[in-house]
């Protein structure tokens, strides 16, 4: 894996791995301006609890510095808040609400107990139809590509999502069983699959390496084994396994 640039802050508060993704020096700035933000209101809290227990005798003086302080704090506590609420609106929404560039390339992740599978569209650039009544793993087809769909005829299905460096991605997520949390730490990027639903989320890789795919949804016995690897590649080695898998794929 590459190296990455180390932020002592984030690793010390947060236990996060480094930032791999375009979006997540926002994502790590804004956890970390939070945190700071409560830190202060914590041991303030904290401080007057102590300061109360020790002052017990002088109550009727304390009752009246009591509820200044009370006012005080919970004024505090509102405005942190509306302001957390307001900076991480405007964050979620630029990943969320507004979608991805016309550029950006198109992967599919499907979530299944216990595995999950990404699928690249092929030189038409469009997906396949998939039927939940032709999902069958043992026979090849795990994700039930129509076969009678020309569309899908050329598409890839992986247990590794592969991409390039530097290059939008627009995942389209969905799940054919049960809730999954796809979740990749590195890439600052969580979204759920859910069945009957197909919900987007895009970012955009700044660092070559390989990071783990995890489910952060309990979704069964096996849950703990739904793991994948997100592979970062340069785009002359992203080319190169596209068309192996491609060759691959029509035989």
Request: charge should be positive; charged fraction near 15%; proline fraction near 6%.
């Amino acid at each position: 894996m590459a190296a990455l640039p180390i932020h002592g802050a984030s690793l010390l508060f947060l236990r996060m791995p480094p930032n791999a993704s375009l979006h997540g020096v926002a994502v790590d700035h804004l956890m970390l301006w939070n945190l700071a933000a409560l830190l202060p209101c914590f041991v303030a809290a904290q401080a007057w609890i102590i300061f109360a227990m020790v002052r017990r005798k002088k109550a009727a003086v304390l009752k009246t510095y009591s509820h200044l302080v009370e006012r005080l704090l919970l004024a505090a506590f509102c405005a942190m808040y509306l302001w957390m609420a307001i900076t991480a609106q405007h964050l979620w929404a630029v990943n969320r609400f507004e979608g991805a560039s016309a550029e950006s390339m198109q992967v599919e992740v499907v979530g299944q107990q216990f595995q999950w599978y990404f699928r690249y569209p092929g030189a038409d650039a469009a997906f396949g139809i998939a039927r939940p009544s032709l999902v069958n793993a043992a026979a090849g087809n795990p994700l039930g590509l129509d076969p009678q769909d020309a569309r899908g005829a050329d598409d890839i299905v992986s247990s590794v999502l592969v991409l390039p460096l530097g290059r939008e991605v627009d995942l389209r997520l969905r799940s054919l069983d049960v809730i999954h949390g796809f979740f990749i730490p590195a890439m600052r990027l969580k979204e759920n699959t859910v069945p009957g639903l197909v919900l987007h989320v895009h970012f955009t890789p700044i660092a070559v390496g390989t990071y783990p795919i995890l489910c952060s949804q309990v979704c069964g016995s096996g849950h703990a084994r739904m793991q994948a690897q997100l592979r970062v590649v340069s785009p002359d080695a992203y080319r190169q396994w596209l068309q192996q898998h491609a060759k691959e794929h029509s035989r």
